[in-house]
T-cell receptor, first 115, second 110 residues
């Protein structure tokens, strides 16, 4: 079975450029999560969707970050303009909807470097 | 926000040793999850716990949901080199969110 698929796996770009990260959740999962992982702050939840609707975006660092889920099989996380401090590994995860007790399944992440 | 305290932050293992790590919180939760992350990959679910006192095994891994519902531990028995990685505890919260601990980095003794 296909797991959560993220692209690209690696992205290196100059500051000020727009960055778009993509995620395809596991088929049948109706919750999707975007995380950021850094050495200093660990795994941080940025935003999550239930049934394509954003439920909680309180973890989105600032207005430069935006996320969309136009349909059940695709989501994007966009950073515009990007800054060096955005360098991190960004993970997408999906799960069945539930009251905080549904295990989340992670993609392999996008390693983002902003120069 | 509510924090999870995971310890130790790192540990060295020697092949064949049993190792243990734990997670504590000041609040009561209904779900504890344990994940492992290998280099260059995303976290992979190891064990899920849903009931206070629950003890669950997955191969050489054993995890328990503390009876106070504020803590959990993960044991690895007879460790092998591929046990190296970062282990995360996570707790379920309102809605469908998880909060993750800071991770325990397991390394091989030189």
């Amino acid at each position: 079975d296909a797991g959560v698929i993220q692209s690209p796996r690696h992205e290196v770009t100059e500051m000020g450029q727009e960055v778009t990260l993509r995620c395809k959740p596991i088929s049948g999962h109706n919750s999707l999560f975007w995380y950021r992982q850094t050495m200093m702050r660990g795994l941080e939840l940025l935003i999550y969707f239930n049934n394509n609707v954003p439920i909680d975006d309180s973890g989105m660092p600032e207005d430069r970050f935006s996320a969309k889920m136009p349909n059940a099989s695709f989501s994007t996380l966009k950073i515009q303009p990007s800054e060096p401090r955005d360098s991190a590994v960004y993970f997408c995860a999906s799960s069945l909807e539930g009251a905080g007790n549904q295990p989340q399944h992670f993609g392999d992440g996008t390693r983002l470097s902003i120069l | 926000g509510q924090q999870l305290n995971q310890s130790p932050q790192s540990m060295f293992i020697q092949e064949g040793e049993d190792v243990s790590m734990n997670c504590t919180s000041s609040s009561i939760f209904n779900t504890w999850l344990w994940y492992k992350q290998d280099p260059g990959e995303g976290p992979v679910l190891l064990i899920a716990l849903y009931k206070a006192g629950e003890l669950t095994s997955n191969g050489r891994l054993t995890a328990q949901f503390g009876t106070t519902r504020k803590d959990s531990f993960l044991n690895i028995s007879a460790s092998i080199p591929s046990d190296v990685g970062i282990y995360f505890c996570a707790r379920g919260a309102a809605g469908n969110k998880l909060t993750f601990g800071g991770g325990t980095r397991v390394l091989v003794k030189p």
